[in-house]
T-cell receptor, first 115, second 110 residues
């Protein structure tokens, strides 16, 4: 089956630092990847849509200068949380959409804690 | 009106019974429909996709789609305690992003 990996699975960083999260589709090509955030006991919140070779599209209320997204290839997208603050602590999940079937597969998520 | 609506639950079903999860959507142009299962603290896992009206069966899971009524459902037969999770309905129209419902929490009681 389609596999999406995310790295790291968890990270603790100090306030003011930046953190990069990688999302890879391992056995399929994804022209589109998505980045979500999920707070405890809440539903998924789409942050941005990442298209290979072009700029990401951000959802309303998501700061594009704070959450930098790069989708350099058909199998890799990265999310960089810049100048992280404690309120950025959350579960960040990426997903990749198969370019042919449109089925969307999720990575295992990255738990970010900002101290 | 939310684009994809689900009853938040919790839905409690005895072990061995059929669990029925429902979802409605607002965009009549939607073409792809998905059900995801999410365990607490984990990311969602795709369990079913359906693209045309009718039923689609996969093991203990059956997805049902009725585009005229803008309704999609998921039936889980012979429910097991391991089926206890939040089930997310998701809808997509061609190349656009997938819209997720807020999920239904299912609890299977032994």
């Amino acid at each position: 089956g389609a596999v999406v990996s995310q790295h790291p699975s968890w990270v603790i960083c100090k306030s003011g630092t930046s953190v990069k999260i990688e999302c890879r589709s391992l056995d399929f090509q994804a022209t589109t990847m998505f980045w979500y955030r999920q707070f405890p006991k809440q539903s998924l919140m789409l942050m941005a849509t990442s298209n290979e070779g072009s700029k990401a599209t951000y959802e309303q209320g998501v700061e594009k200068d704070k959450f930098l997204i790069n989708h350099a290839s058909l199998t890799l997208s990265t999310l960089t949380v810049t100048s992280a603050h404690p309120e950025d602590s959350s579960f960040y999940i990426c997903s990749a959409r198969d370019r042919w079937s449109y089925e969307q597969y999720f990575g295992p998520g990255t738990r970010l804690t900002v101290t | 009106q939310k684009e994809v609506e689900q009853n938040s639950g919790p839905l409690s079903v005895p072990e061995g019974a059929i669990a029925s999860l429902n979802c409605t959507y607002s965009d009549r142009g939607s073409q792809s429909f998905f059900w995801y299962r999410q365990y607490s603290g984990k990311s969602p896992e795709l369990i079913m996709s359906i693209y045309s009206n009718g039923d689609k069966e996969d093991g203990r899971f059956t997805a049902q789609l009725n585009k005229a009524s803008q309704y999609v459902s998921l039936l889980i037969r012979d429910s097991q305690p391991s089926d206890s999770a939040t089930y997310l309905c998701a809808v997509s129209s061609s190349a656009s992003k997938i819209i997720f419902g807020s999920g239904t929490r299912l609890s299977i009681r032994p």
